[in-house]
């Protein structure tokens, strides 16, 4: 069992940045890949990147390429999305989540691939 707890979201301007931090319980979390996910109202859950269990792999959607990047750091169980240049169409909340599997598959670009969930942070970004 994994416990998600996302922070760092808030108000920002158009072009300003932010951090996202997802700190996750557990002993094994180099086993896990874990992916960021957004969702705005009205709209469904989308994928918004990804990083392997040992962090060799990462994958973005066309939307983040070039201004989101994912990390981690396995020895503190947490991973991040650093998030500049921010367009008001970034507006949503963001989840992390995880799959218990290290090494990446294209099916972990689908919300339903993955097992555990955090409740989420909001970003609002204005124009």
């Known amino acids: 069992q994994v416990q998600l707890v996302e922070s760092g979201g808030g108000l920002v301007q158009a072009g300003g940045s932010l951090r996202l931090s997802c700190a996750a319980s557990?002993?094994?979390?180099?086993?896990?890949?874990m992916g960021w996910f957004r969702q705005a109202p009205g709209k469904e859950r989308e994928f918004v990147a990804a990083?392997?269990?040992?962090?060799?792999?990462?994958k973005y959607a066309d939307s983040a390429k070039g201004r989101f990047t994912i990390s981690r750091d396995n020895a503190k169980n947490t991973v991040y999305l650093q998030m500049n240049n921010l367009k008001p169409e970034d507006t949503a909340v963001y989840h992390c989540?995880?799959?218990?599997?290290?090494?990446?598959?294209?099916?972990?670009?689908?919300?339903?691939?993955?097992?555990?969930w955090g409740q989420g942070t909001q970003v609002t970004v204005s124009a």
């Open positions: 989540a995880a799959v218990p599997l290290p090494f990446w598959h294209d099916a972990y670009y689908s919300p339903g691939a993955y097992n555990y």
């Open positions: 557990g002993r094994t979390f180099s086993s896990y890949t």
């Open positions: 990083i392997s269990g040992p962090g060799g792999t990462t």
